[in-house]
Nanobody
Framework: EVQMVESGGGSVQAGGSLRLSCTAS????????MAWYRRIPGNECQLVSF??????WGPDSVKGRFTVSLDNTKNTAYLQMSSLRSEDTAVYYC?????????????WGQGTQVTVSS
């Protein structure tokens, strides 16, 4: 059974930074890659970033601000977020790359809340 545990969320002011962490069991990030999703107010699920075979991707809305990385020795993924904006407020989930909306439904983890105040 694949389980993921997200942590590191919190409340910050606009312009601030946070680093999210995700540890997994039953799943190897270095073999299968991983993705970060977020569920924004209104329940839309967005793909924020993914890393697979050392390649990374993120939408234009987070480029230059969010960085995904892996610590394979700990089977842990990170999402370093800087220059945070109010529109980054969401619950953040880690998931397999192909997780899709299931990630935002808590299929693999409960997520971690990020609140950015302006």
């Amino acid at each position: 059974e694949v389980q993921m545990v997200e942590s590191g969320g919190g409340s910050v002011q606009a312009g601030g930074s946070l680093r999210l962490s995700c540890t997994a069991s039953g799943f190897r990030f270095d073999e299968d890659g991983m993705a970060w999703y977020r569920r924004i107010p209104g329940n839309e699920c967005q793909l924020v970033s993914f890393i697979s075979e050392n390649a990374t991707w993120g939408p234009d809305s987070v480029k230059g601000r969010f960085t995904v990385s892996l610590d394979n020795t700990k089977n842990t993924a990170y999402l370093q977020m800087s220059s945070l904006r109010s529109e980054d407020t969401a619950v953040y989930y880690c998931a397999p790359v192909s997780g899709g909306v299931r990630a935002c439904e808590g299929t693999w983890g409960q997520g971690t809340q990020v609140t950015v105040s302006s």
